[in-house]
């Protein structure tokens, strides 16, 4: 006996600030127009994506000591872009990446639970944390954490934003003119939360939403963040986009549920992914050779080496051979703002591999970086590459993708347009939304009610 | 065709009745985020302004920044912002960072409600600064888009902000590029000195709430003084009075309607701004008499949405234009324009 196909989850990344993002192609659009994220939202929900996903910066990134200029720079604000865009969109559900360690609970819940309601139960919230002193010091409270405690306050500060998502049951409002009574409970809203890193108590003034709480993402590899993500998070967005890779990491994620009373359907892994089309293999590959160089000029492989080597390389020549003297093994300086930088976790070990590739092979700097950073996931014709997306999903390495087109807005078009309708011939993606907030979208079942569950959970 | 509407936030349980209780069972509650509120509003509108409101207190100036910023993108050109004191203790425990003394704010005399009241503004003024200086960080042009060069923006153009006041520090730049106004208002509801004071020295828009023609000149004539010690003569700064309004085809109909709503909520109705029950030729009349006393336009409150803002635009609305004293149809896709501000260059602009 078969089991039935999985269904699979697909969502559209708005093209963020690295190199992935290609701005110097002449179909490249603003990154800031509103136009830009209608036309993204649009074709997502036309091809009747899950959601889409908004990351976020709080500081613009810095290379040398300078502003770093060779990627796109700047984003705008993101619960101010979703809120628009739940205008110009009716069921695709809307992602905010929002960090814990520069905001208070009680004002990202009112702001959470604002847009599930202008959304009618679409908002969801990623949520990240960070630790840097350098984002800081754009923020009041200027702090950082101890990188051991951001994860703490990260657990905290979710906990103390469910609490004031259930602090309205639901169904309070009764607005009864004959009676002249608005409210049947008039403690809806009351609440009361001390931990080490919040103590606030009152009432939190925003009625229960569709979804009850926005569904919550989390994004982060780490153990910790595994951990974080089995005990409270709906959809992990990670990045193991090859098959081994994220079939391991899926069992892993999926292992630690049990421990967290929680069922294998409660959690899904959607990693992000990129991906090339083209009419023929060979075209496809072309093509994204092409982008690959497009994405690694000669100065950001030499940008991009610095961020390993954590040294100043640019009397280097691109098209040389890499540097004969070592990473400076100190505490990496050299970048910052930038979270991939934190992935060389043994730069030394890192670069002797580096090394040797680029003996074997004959590469140059850029040719080595081309090869050993961000390559797309999908390459092939629409149907190898709707194969190879189901492939993936029917064996657990992930239930979906978040896919990240690397022209703004465009980038996603001949997708929605090619490859879609082949995996709704397959039987494994939705001809149509069946439900209307996002929690319907992604199979997770509907939430208890508010103050029932949080009285359940202590 | 009215230039703005303003949306009101609370980042707290409105209604209070203290600091235990938010509010009786009979009594609206619950609140949805401004900011969000005007985004959502912004695809579906395409002239008129849109100004939420912030609370200053327990927000931060980086975020408000771009979100103002944002919501200018969203609706091209048409972002304000009204900002908010708060020194209610019991919005101050649903942040946990600081605590304010169970006072009541109308108690001026007392030394201790001014020096909180001094403190409030004195951070309101902090952070208007930052939230201005951020959207002037990116200069136009920033975004160069170079291919040439490889360069996407002209870093000689993004600015560290660096404000350092005893209420927090911000570096800077925004994340956010220079908004399409490049400054969006910023406007503040003002009752007292400090609030004048700070009109004056940062806003583009105060509401005052004068009783009648004579209060208006006086409110007027302080925030003027206020402009003119802070060397800001030459700016233009509106101040529009508050208004309460309800409206009806004759007199005793409306004061008739108000008494209704007075006897359902068992209590007369009160508010920081004169309450006016009329006609909307009426109201006309009036709103004449108070712009003679140096107002340059109102901020009406519908007494009940559901009627009044209907009576504004139906009523009031064509007969100022009878009368002369109002557009007949939007002369800008900008609120800046609709306000007759031009658009400024950033203050971070060298050539």
């Known amino acids: 006996m078969t089991k039935p196909a999985k269904q699979i989850h697909l969502a559209a990344h708005f093209p963020g600030v690295n190199n992935t993002t290609v701005w110097s192609d002449r179909r490249s659009g603003s990154q800031i127009d509103f136009s830009s994220f209608v036309h993204l939202a649009k074709t997502a929900e036309r091809a009747k994506f899950d959601f889409l996903f908004l990351a976020e910066g709080l500081r613009l990134r810095e290379q040398n000591g300078q502003i770093y200029d060779l990627d796109v720079v700047g984003r705008p604000d993101t619960f101010t872009v979703l809120a628009a865009l739940a205008a110009v969109t009716d069921r695709l559900g809307l992602a905010g990446t929002i960090n814990s360690t520069f905001n208070e609970p009680y004002e990202v819940a009112r702001q959470f639970a604002s847009l599930d309601h202008l959304s009618g139960g679409r908002a969801a919230w990623n949520v990240v944390t960070s630790w840097d002193a350098f984002t800081g010091e754009n923020f009041r409270r200027g702090g950082f954490l101890p990188q051991e405690a951001r994860y703490e306050r990260a657990r905290a500060f979710l906990q103390t934003a469910t609490e004031l998502f259930d602090s309205w049951r639901g169904g309070e409002i009764v607005a009864d003119k004959q009676a002249g009574v608005f409210l049947a409970d008039d403690d809806a809203g009351r609440f009361a939360h001390a931990d080490a890193y919040f103590d606030i108590q009152g009432w939190f003034n925003v009625p229960r939403s569709p979804q009850g709480r926005p569904v919550i993402f989390q994004a982060g590899d780490s153990d910790e963040g595994r951990e974080f993500a089995a005990a409270s998070a709906d959809a992990i967005f990670s990045r193991h986009a090859t098959l081994e890779a994220g079939q391991a990491f899926y069992a892993d994620v999926k292992g630690r549920l049990a421990r967290h009373g929680r069922t294998r359907d409660q959690l899904l892994i959607l990693p992000a992914a990129t991906f090339v089309l083209g009419d023929t293999e060979a075209q496809a590959r072309e093509n994204a050779h092409e982008i690959r160089r497009q994405q690694v000029s000669g100065q950001t492989a030499i940008k991009l080496l610095e961020q390993l080597w954590n040294r100043d390389l640019s009397g280097y020549d691109p098209d040389g051979p890499l540097p004969e003297i070592d990473p400076d093994p100190a505490e990496n300086t050299i970048a910052r703002g930038r979270a991939s930088v934190r992935m060389h976790r043994d730069p030394m070990a890192t670069a002797a591999q580096w090394r040797a590739r680029a003996q074997a092979q004959g590469l140059s700097i850029r040719e080595l970086i081309i090869e050993v950073t961000g390559r797309q996931s999908f390459i092939g014709t629409p149907g190898t590459v709707a194969e190879t997306i189901n492939r993936f999903v029917q064996a657990d390495a992930s239930d979906g993708f978040i896919l990240v087109p690397h022209i703004t807005p465009g980038g996603l078009d001949e997708f929605a347009a090619e490859v879609v309708p082949l995996l709704q011939e397959r039987g494994v993606f939705r001809t149509d939304y069946e439900g209307r907030t996002l929690r319907e979208h992604l199979g997770l079942a509907p939430l208890a009610d508010g103050s029932s569950a949080a009285r359940a959970a202590s | ?351």
Request: aromatic share 6%.
């Open chain 2, 1 to 351: 065709m009215l230039d703005f509407v303003t949306i009101e936030d609370s980042l707290g349980g409105p209604a209070s009745r203290g600091p235990e209780r938010p509010g009786p069972a009979d009594q609206v509650r619950g609140r949805l985020d401004a900011v969000l509120i005007a985004a959502r509003a912004a695809p579906l509108t395409t002239h008129i302004g849109l100004v939420p409101t912030a609370v200053v207190t327990h927000t931060e100036p980086f975020h408000i920044s771009k979100a103002i910023a944002t919501l200018d993108f969203v609706s091209t050109g048409r972002a304000g912002l009204r900002v908010q004191v708060s020194g209610r203790p019991q919005e101050a425990a649903h942040f946990g960072r600081r605590a304010f003394p169970h006072v009541r704010l109308e108690d001026r005399a007392d030394p201790v409600v001014q020096e909180l009241v001094a403190g409030l503004f004195a951070e309101a003024a902090d952070y208007i600064e930052v939230v201005r200086r951020l959207w002037d960080s990116w200069e136009d042009g920033a975004e160069i888009r170079d291919v040439a060069t490889g360069r996407f923006v002209d870093r000689a153009k993004l600015h560290y902000i660096d404000f350092a006041g005893d209420y927090f520090a911000v570096k800077g730049p925004s994340i956010t590029p220079r908004p399409p106004q490049g400054q969006p208002i910023v406007s503040a509801l003002a009752h007292h000195a400090a609030a004048y004071q700070m009109v004056a020295r940062s806003a583009d828009v105060g509401y005052v709430t004068p009783r009648d023609a004579g209060d208006a000149r006086s409110a007027v004539a302080e925030i003027r003084a206020g402009q003119r010690a802070a060397g800001r003569a030459a700016e233009t700064v509106h101040i529009f009075g508050d208004l309460v309004v309800f409206l009806a085809g004759t007199a005793a109909a409306a004061a008739d309607r108000k008494a209704r709503l007075d006897e359902l909520a068992g209590r007369e109705l009160t508010s920081d701004a004169a309450v006016f029950t009329g006609t909307p030729a009426q109201l006309a009349d009036l709103l004449q008499d108070w712009q003679a006393g140096g107002l340059s336009g109102f901020r009406l409150r519908p007494g009940a949405i559901s009627h009044d803002l209907d009576a504004i635009t139906a009523g009031l609305v064509p007969e100022l234009q009878r009368r002369g004293a109002f557009r007949k149809a939007y002369e800008s896709g900008t609120l800046r324009g609709l306000l007759g501000l031009a658009r400024p260059a950033s203050r971070y602009a060298t050539a």
